[in-house]
């Protein structure tokens, strides 16, 4: 059973920070959307006080590829890292399908274009609930047109494939949320 921490919430407005998040699935410890943050503190700092070293993260996702949420994946030189076509380690690259592949037990990876046309979306199942860490919403109250989104229909579309599985949505941008019937909208 997976188990998520926020490392950083992001900041919102015209800050440009990532929300990023720790899942612990087992021996795997994935790191997703490692972004920019005032300082790499705000990320090393509260996965060390929860007992663990940069070196010991097995994985990273990036959501998609603007350098808000893949700046600091250096941070991680032990972890191979996910995006939405193949998984990279070291100078190696190796294909894979984004659509349902499993990066540890319970953490999937699904196709969610539309802020880019190359979105994903972390699903981890945690105990008796779904979590979706997506930039299918920047945050919370975010507009419902995505002012830089590449394709809103494929947005909208996306979205309500996460709402359909999605206990709580930890977006680009911001803090935890549970979606209500407003969040599609």
């Known amino acids: 059973m997976a188990s998520f921490h926020l490392l950083s919430a992001g900041y919102g407005g015209k800050r440009t920070a990532s929300t990023v998040s720790l899942v612990v699935s087992g021996s795997s410890l994935v790191v997703i ?44 030189p032990n972890a191979r890292v996910h995006d939405h076509w193949a998984i ?8 894979r399908p984004a659509e349902g592949f499993e990066v540890a037990d319970g953490v999937v990876l699904w196709e969610t274009p539309g802020h880019t046309a190359q979105d994903i979306t972390t699903i981890v199942r945690e105990a008796e609930q779904t979590i979706a860490f997506t930039h299918c919403w920047w945050y919370e109250t975010a507009p419902y047109d995505d002012p830089r989104c590449t394709n809103p229909d494929s947005l909208h579309a996306s979205r309500e494939r996460v709402l359909e599985v999605a206990d709580l949505i930890v977006p680009g941008h911001g803090t935890p949320f549970v979606p209500t019937a407003s969040t599609s909208r």
């Open 88 to 95: 990279y380690k070291d100078d190696l690259w190796t294909d």
């Open 33 to 76: 959307d490692p972004g920019m943050v005032s300082s790499t503190s705000v990320i090393l700092d509260p996965l060390r006080s929860l007992g663990w070293d940069p070196g010991q993260v097995t994985d990273v996702v990036l959501s998609h590829h603007h350098p808000d949420h893949t700046i600091n994946v250096a941070l991680f």
